[in-house]
C-alpha cells in the first residue's frame, strides 16, 4: 500500500471494502434472474441489504481522505496562481521598463542624429541669408543632412568670390569714373 500512497488506515479500509464487495457480489442474484421473475421478492431483498455497514465505514473514510485532498490540492492551486500571479507582474513590469527605455533611446537618437543637424542647418543657412558669408558648417557628417552642409559651405566659398569680384569690379569702375572726370 506505501507504493500507491495510502496509508495503513486507508489501506484497511480498501480491504474491508474489497472484502465487502466480494460477498455481497457472491449473495446478489444475476440481474436475468431479477429481470425474468424466477427469484421471489424476499430472496432479493435479503440478497440487496446490507448487513455489514463496515464497508460504508470505509467509504466514509475514503470520502473524507478525497474531500480532504481536494481541499489541499485547491490550496496548492491558489498559492501557484498567486505565485505565477506575481511573477507576470513582474516581468510585465520589467517588459515596460525595457519598451519605455527603448523609445527613450530612439527618441534621443532622432534628436541627436536628425533634428539638432537640421536645426544647425537652418541657422547656417538664416546666416547666410542675412549676409554673413564668414561662417562654415563644422562637423560635417557622412549622411544626407552632411551632404546638404558641404554643398552650403561650397556655395558661401562660391559667394564670397562672386562678393569679392563684385567689389573688385566696383573699385574699378570708380577708378575708371575717377580717371574719366580728372
Excluded: C
Excluded at 455489514?52 to 475514503?62: F, K, N, P
Excluded at 496562481?81 to 527613450?104: D, P
Amino acid at each position: 500500500y506505501r507504493t500507491v500512497g495510502i496509508n495503513a488506515e486507508e489501506a484497511a479500509a480498501l480491504t474491508a471494502l474489497e472484502k465487502l464487495i466480494k460477498e455481497y457480489d457472491a449473495k446478489v442474484p444475476t440481474l436475468d434472474d431479477m429481470v425474468q421473475g424466477i427469484l421471489p421478492i424476499e430472496q432479493i431483498d435479503r440478497a440487496v441489504t446490507v448487513v455489514d455497514l463496515s464497508g460504508i465505514d470505509a467509504l466514509d473514510v475514503l470520502d473524507k481522505e478525497l474531500h480532504d485532498a481536494e481541499i489541499d490540492a485547491r490550496g496548492k492551486v491558489h498559492e501557484a496562481v498567486a505565485s505565477s500571479q506575481h511573477y507576470t507582474y513582474l516581468t510585465l513590469f520589467t517588459i515596460a521598463v525595457l519598451i519605455l527605455s527603448l523609445i527613450a533611446l530612439f527618441l534621443w537618437f532622432t534628436q541627436s542624429r536628425l533634428i539638432r543637424p537640421i536645426y544647425a542647418l537652418m541657422d547656417f543657412v538664416n546666416r547666410i541669408g542675412n549676409g554673413d558669408l564668414t561662417r562654415q558648417m563644422l562637423n560635417v557628417s557622412d549622411d544626407e543632412v552632411g551632404a546638404l552642409g558641404a554643398r552650403l559651405n561650397e556655395m558661401v566659398a562660391s559667394l564670397k568670390d562672386i562678393t569679392v569680384q563684385t567689389r573688385e569690379a566696383v573699385n574699378n569702375l570708380n577708378a575708371a569714373a575717377a580717371e574719366t572726370l580728372a
